[in-house]
């Protein structure tokens, strides 16, 4: 059963912004963590930030200072707001939760972000 869905992916021009959601078919209260992955081509994944349960928050190096991460209860949705994007950053973006019972990891389908001019 789908349980993430991620959208706001597209392309923006590098300097630009776009806003990742993540909306969760369950309570996001059943995740802990959640979080946001990307991957680009050759690549592998990596971790952009995650979010707990609590509310306590962590960003890759890469994303300090130009992404946040965010979640609304009442919408059972997570966000990643991304500012000052760069063509570095062009990949196809993850939404992620670890259910806080154990088991596997819920992923999202994807959505692509690209920067460019």
């Known amino acids: 059963q789908v349980q993430l869905v991620e959208s706001g992916g597209g392309l923006v021009q590098p300097g630009g912004s776009l806003r990742l959601s993540c909306a969760a078919s369950?309570?996001?209260?059943?995740?802990?963590?959640m979080a946001w992955y990307r991957q680009s081509p050759g690549k592998e994944r990596e971790l952009v930030a995650s979010?707990?349960?609590?509310?306590?928050?962590n960003y890759a190096d890469f994303a300090k200072g130009r992404f946040t991460i965010s979640r609304d209860t009442a919408k059972n949705t997570m966000y990643l707001q991304m500012n000052n994007l760069k063509p570095d950053d062009t990949a196809v973006y993850y939404c992620?939760?670890?259910?806080?019972?154990?088991?596997?990891?819920?992923w999202g389908q994807g959505t692509q972000v690209t920067v460019s001019s």
């Open positions: 992620n939760g670890r259910p806080y019972y154990g088991g596997l990891d819920y």
């Open positions: 369950r309570s996001i209260f059943t995740y802990n963590p």
């Open positions: 979010i707990t349960s609590g509310g306590s928050t």
